[in-house]
T-cell receptor, first 113, second 112 residues
């Protein structure tokens, strides 16, 4: 069990640029979640995959956000035309079954200049 | 009003003290989670419970489904327990738990 890994750990970019984050879940976990956490707040749900199927998306996920999990293994989260308000920690989590604990990665911290 | 409320928001304790963090929720849940987050981001799952009480080392979590309330207790607190403790509830979706809804966390500082 190598844990959930996220890349990069930190991303600094200028407003208007596109960014892409990657999450590698624990290998046998077919449930994958993306959350966003702003300073001083608890994480907020963004989207959920079961295998390669994206089963739920939050209203927080505007048209500028897209997430994929093409082969049911790793996932990517892309933000197009980044805005100041996108600055946050983006967390990925995975679980084996829906009623089991979620295992979190260390997150990708995004800073928009 | 948030669906998951925690109290207190900040807590300072002396080493050795018994600590209680409370969580109340207002929605139907399939399970309640207690998580620990250290500076820098990493989140670790401490407990997942849907009834009764669970214990792991010096940590105890309880839940009262009827009252929609849970508590996390830390016995004989130690400076290494200093972290943010987050309560989260699993929301049923199509009969199965999917997303977690989080409280804002309790920042605990245990002083030696």
């Amino acid at each position: 069990d190598t844990g959930v890994s996220q890349d990069p750990r930190h991303k600094i970019t200028k407003r208007g640029q596109n960014v892409t984050f990657r999450c590698d879940p624990i290998s046998e976990h077919n449930r994958l979640y993306w959350y966003r956490q702003t300073l001083g707040q608890g994480p907020e749900f963004l989207t959920y995959f079961q295998n390669e199927a994206q089963l739920e998306k939050s209203r927080l996920l505007s048209d500028r956000f897209s997430a994929e999990r093409p082969k049911g293994s790793f996932s990517t989260l892309e933000i197009q035309r980044t805005e100041q308000g996108d600055s946050a920690m983006y967390l990925c989590a995975s679980s084996l079954m829906t009623n089991q604990p979620q295992h979190f990665g260390d997150g990708t911290r995004l800073s928009i200049l | 009003k948030n669906e998951v409320e925690q109290s207190p928001q900040n807590l300072t304790a002396q080493e050795g003290e018994f600590i209680t963090i409370n969580c109340s929720y207002s929605v139907g849940i399939s399970a309640l989670h207690w998580l620990q987050q250290h500076p820098g981001g990493g989140i670790v799952s401490l407990f997942m419970l849907s009834s009764g009480k669970k214990k792991h080392g010096r940590l105890i979590a309880t839940i009262n489904i009827q009252e929609k309330h849970s508590s996390l207790h830390i016995t004989a607190s130690h400076p290494r327990d200093s972290a943010v403790y987050i309560c989260a509830v699993g929301r049923p979706y199509g009969g199965a738990t999917n997303k977690l809804i989080f409280g804002t966390g309790t920042l605990l500082a245990v002083q030696p």
